[in-house]
């Protein structure tokens, strides 16, 4: 049961770098989800698919970018990584845009220097 | 996105003991539910426990259980007979009005021996 599948694990990029985080879900889950995490910040959401097709912002949607490609993938793009964005990023899904818990990823820890 | 407080970042418990994490939420929706995650230091986002606001009962998962109280919107995790596995982070979340889950900036708990 692999779940939701994020890659990669760990990244280093340099300042005004582009990079793509993949993320893959194997429950046939509708919505999909970008969310970062900063230390005594929680988890912020970036973008949010509530269905194929659809895609919204979050709360700290600026300098990122997201395909839904299909029902399963969720990527999120930095175009011009800058080092605010150096964060434990995680992609999680749900069942429903309404209900249920949200699955996670096992996190991808991007540094930008 | 809702607000949601985790005023306690970090606590310290004895093995075997009961410990409660606080979390109070900011909404005017007149239905919501609660969710509680766990992480460990190796990253992943565990779900624990999840509450409606209509649940009569309060929700127990094993050694979880979730001490709602609506009156003054708050939403408590409760640990008995703590382990030392249970020492991560804890994150208690809700939805907001269109469904995504905020997260609060998580309380640290650690289990001494």
């Known amino acids: 049961n692999a779940g939701v599948t994020q890659t990669p694990k760990f990244q280093v990029l340099k300042t005004g770098q582009s990079m793509t985080l993949q993320c893959a879900q194997d429950?046939?889950?509708?919505?999909m989800y970008w969310y970062r995490q900063d230390p005594g910040m929680g988890l912020r959401l970036i973008y949010y698919s509530a269905s194929e097709g659809t895609t919204d912002k979050g709360e700290v949607p600026n300098g990122y970018n997201v395909s839904r490609l299909n029902k399963r993938e969720f990527s999120l793009r930095l175009e011009s990584a800058a080092p605010s964005q150096t964060s434990v990023y995680f992609c999680?899904?749900?069942?429903?845009?309404?209900?249920?818990?949200?699955?996670f990823g096992e996190g991808s820890r991007l540094t930008v220097l | 996105a809702q607000k949601i407080t985790q005023t306690q970042p970090g606590m310290f418990v004895q093995e075997k003991e009961a410990v409660t994490l606080d979390c109070t939420y900011d909404?005017?929706?007149?239905?919501?539910?609660l969710f509680w995650y766990k992480q460990p230091s190796s990253g992943e986002m565990i779900f624990l426990i999840y509450?409606?606001?209509?649940?009569?009962q309060n929700a127990t998962e094993g050694r979880y259980s979730l001490n709602f109280q609506k009156a003054r919107k708050s939403a408590n995790l409760v640990i008995s007979a703590s382990q030392l596995g249970d020492s991560a982070m804890y994150f208690c979340a809700m939805p907001d009005n269109d469904y995504k889950l905020s997260f609060g900036a998580g309380t640290t708990v650690t289990v001494r021996a």
């Open positions: 429950m046939n889950h509708n919505s």
């Open positions: 509450q409606g606001s209509y649940d009569e």
């Open positions: 999680a899904s749900r069942l429903y845009l309404e209900a249920g818990e949200l699955f």
């Open positions: 909404t005017s929706d007149q239905s919501y539910g």
